[in-house]
């Protein structure tokens, strides 16, 4: 009886890993209908932040409150839209507006300047969440998260020149 105990438990063991699952696609996340869908809890969209792949991510915290973040929205979109086929690069813009009635028209007002970049509203105003992603965040917007892989940089503050944004990404998109 006890080889059978034994061998189970290497087989329930052999199973077992310390590795967290990977982190579901920045696809589930985002609209597949280009309709910037709401979401209630940061756990939500914690994926726009563990993607593992070769990709790097702009994360661009903005609300249409902020005049500073409005002004850098098309330097955004034309980050994205210059960039050459061997550079992957996902911009992916994140409301924290909580009023309804701004949400609704940041469809309205993404495409009547432009910007084609894939958008989530996030309404957490816990301040919890800010806290996890960076321990210096206090809320202030924009602030910008460039990651690929384990390599982040956190920027608290707006970006002024399309050069400025580019140089914030290019050490991650030459790894």
């Known amino acids: 009886m006890?080889?059978?105990?034994?061998?189970?438990?290497l087989a329930i063991c052999a199973g077992c890993t310390s590795e967290a699952?990977?982190?579901?696609?920045v696809s589930d996340v985002l609209s597949a209908d280009g309709t910037p869908p709401v979401y209630a809890t940061y756990e939500a969209v914690a994926p726009l932040f563990a993607q593992t792949n070769d990709t790097t991510y702009l994360i661009n915290f903005w609300a249409t409150w902020c005049k500073p973040c409005l002004e850098e929205l098309p330097l955004l979109q034309e980050l994205s839209d210059g960039r050459t086929a061997d550079e992957a690069l996902r911009v992916i813009l994140v409301s924290l507006d909580t009023e309804p009635g701004a949400i609704a028209r940041i469809p309205?007002?993404?495409?009547?300047?432009?910007?084609?970049?894939p958008t989530v509203v996030l309404t957490d105003e816990s301040p919890g969440w800010m806290r996890d992603l960076d321990e210096k965040w206090d809320g202030s917007l924009p602030t910008t998260f460039v990651y690929r892989g384990p390599l982040r940089y956190i920027y608290r503050r707006p970006w002024r020149t399309l050069p400025d944004v580019r140089a914030a990404v290019a050490p991650l998109l030459g790894q």
Do not use: Q
């Open 2 to 9: 006890r080889p059978l105990l034994l061998f189970t438990l």
């Open 21 to 25: 699952p990977p982190a579901p696609p």
């Open 108 to 117: 309205e007002y993404l495409s009547g300047r432009g910007i084609k970049l």
